[in-house]
């Protein structure tokens, strides 16, 4: 039985009832992975080998009788900036191209413990900075709805291997919506928990004060396991939020009636993708059916997001990646005459032009007479945003909007123009900005075919609310059912 | 906001970062175009407002002072492009008197 297209709960089911074993669907998975790479390119790295093993560890401890998790012997991809000790962990930059890990991210850790199959590192924009994934310096990825077109990034190689059945789920990162994009232009389930939520132990950092990690997977109920596997307390991140983690699965089914969807007035704007807006307002429509109730709410300060994400997140990404100076780790230029100069052409030839770009910005608004006007400010316009949402999650219980403007766009159609590229990101990037959770699902097709994505925002913590709003529309509809012809 | 190539020059040296000619012209340009649309932010009075650095309600966190594994040295220096006998190596950094 061809077994790539199923969902980790129907999996789990097969494995467990002894109908399957995880070494027959491994073996179908990197079979699946030789026939669609050509085309979609989504993978940075396949670990094979490593998979097959974990394969078999998975099916000794599916027949031992031993307790086994949803995701026992499930095989799940990861996106190349986490990391995985012994295998290579690239953020799809030169200046990472040959860096082995000496330890696992504690997600990693906590994948393994539950049995899963790792199959491999999925290709990004280069230190997670794009919206295209066009921004690998190892060659971009594919949508596999339309291999012309971008997958959305930054997490667009696990999103892209989701969509094609390449694997059962996968992990990504969302700093400014690089989950909820991609996810979105493929056609896929992705949530961005919330700060805090998920450990960040061993996620190579972008912008540490907006970085979360979070699944991507083929429908809502995977989410919530993936979600049960990752979530939770991490000592080792001092950012990870002590609060006890629950079974996201066990509210998944609650109805809707009563719950309380907002709708704001600012991200249904003029000169918006007909069909995008004919999509959502459909959603809205039917999640009103399931007995929610829509009340419009206002987010008076989004038109300032873009502005204040691109000061903050390239600030923080200025500090971050002046760790890559070719001493400790990656990649350096040799002979140089002295110390500042293998710094400087390590960094020029090791960085891409995005990440170079991002860089300077940060450091310009981090420099000298401009930290008041660039960065201050946009700190305050941060606590302005945030006060938006808590005060719109006073009337509301979730926000309902589309994640992206527009389906995907074709490859090159952005690459000349940075400023228009980070406009895609109009939608995401305020949740990333206020710390809250959001998911984003499909919920209609445009007429050429191409996946329409809807976005869910919740409370901070509040992911069962955002999970269980998710799982009723998806009962409802059927576009998680569709694949693409790979 | 206008970024000239002087300013180019003098932020890509304090980001240790080396660029060519056509970079310099290609940031000017850019980096121009954006901050032009960041300088948005200055239409917001924000003089009576506190500014976020972090979401989360976190202080500084503290654990025990435990002794813990670490990273055996030859793991620490597995991924280096230059070591010799436990250290990283770099290129010369002081300079020989004459």
Not at chain 1, 32 to 57: C, S
């Amino acid at each position: 039985m061809e077994l790539t297209g199923f969902t980790i709960h129907e999996l789990q089911e097969q494995l467990k009832n002894h109908k399957t074993t995880s070494r027959e669907l491994t073996r179908q998975v990197l079979e699946r992975i030789k026939r669609v790479e050509p085309k979609i390119h989504a993978f940075m790295t396949v670990t094979d080998d490593a998979a097959l093993a974990q394969a078999e560890e998975a099916d000794q401890r599916l027949q031992s009788g031993r307790p086994v998790s949803p995701l026992t012997g499930v095989p799940i991809a990861l996106k190349d900036n986490l990391c995985t000790k012994g295998i290579r962990t690239t953020c799809s930059s030169k200046i990472l191209e040959n860096f082995m890990p000496p330890y696992d991210a504690t997600v990693v850790r906590r994948l393994k413990e539950t049995g899963a199959v790792l199959i491999g590192k999925t290709n990004m924009d280069e230190f997670a900075m794009g919206s295209s994934t066009e921004n690998s310096a190892f060659g971009l990825t594919a949508n596999p709805w339309d291999v012309n077109r971008i997958p959305g990034g930054s997490s667009g190689g696990s999103a892209s291997a989701v969509a094609a059945d390449a694997c059962a789920a996968a992990l990504g990162s969302d700093t400014g919506g690089s989950i909820r994009q991609p996810a979105a232009m493929c056609g896929v389930v992705g949530l961005k928990p919330t700060y805090g939520r998920v450990s960040r132990y061993g996620l190579v950092a972008f912008a540490s004060s907006l970085d979360q990690i979070g699944p991507i997977t083929k429908d809502v109920t995977d989410c919530a396991l993936m979600m049960n596997a990752i979530a939770g307390y991490d000592p080792d991140d001092s950012t990870s939020a002590n609060l006890p983690s629950a079974d996201y699965t066990r509210t998944l089914d609650r109805d809707l009636t009563g719950l309380r969807i907002g709708i704001p007035r600012e991200y249904f704007i003029d000169g918006m993708d007909a069909e995008v807006l004919y999509a959502v307002k459909e959603a809205i429509r039917t999640m009103e059916r399931l007995g929610a109730m829509t009340r419009e709410v206002l987010l008076p300060h989004t038109e300032y997001a873009v502005a204040t994400y691109y000061i903050l997140a390239t600030a923080e990404a200025g500090s971050n990646l002046a760790r890559y100076d070719g001493v400790k780790y990656g990649f350096r230029v040799k002979p140089t005459k002295d110390l500042l100069e293998m710094y400087m052409k390590t960094r020029q030839a090791g960085f891409g032009p995005e990440v170079k770009r991002r860089i300077m910005l940060g450091t310009y608004a981090l420099s000298s007479g401009y930290y008041d006007a660039y960065y201050r400010k946009a700190q305050c316009v941060r606590t302005l945003i945030k006060s938006d949402f808590d005060e719109a999650f006073k009337q509301a219980d979730v926000i309902i909007t589309p994640t992206a403007p527009t389906a995907a766009f074709k490859i090159g159609e952005k690459t000349q123009d940075p400023l228009q590229m980070y406009l895609s990101d109009i939608f995401t990037i305020s949740v990333n900005i206020a710390g809250i959770p959001a998911l984003s699902m499909p919920c209609g097709f445009t007429k050429t075919g191409l996946p329409i994505g809807l976005q869910i925002m919740g409370r901070p913590f509040a992911e069962e609310t955002v999970l269980r709003t998710a799982y009723a529309y998806e009962q409802a509809t059927e576009w998680h059912n569709r694949k693409p012809n790979l | 906001m206008k970024l000239s190539k002087e300013e180019v020059e003098h932020v890509a040296k304090l980001a240790r970062l080396a660029v060519s000619e056509d970079e310099k012209e290609a940031f000017s340009r850019q980096l121009s175009e954006i901050l032009t649309y960041v300088g948005k932010l200055n239409e917001l009075d924000t003089s009576k407002v506190e500014p976020t650095s972090h979401v989360l309600d976190l202080s500084n966190v503290f654990r025990d002072d435990v002794v813990r594994e670490s990273l055996p040295p030859v793991e620490a220096l597995a991924n280096a492009p230059d070591h010799d006998n436990n250290h990283f190596r770099v290129p010369k950094i002081i300079e020989e008197r004459q």
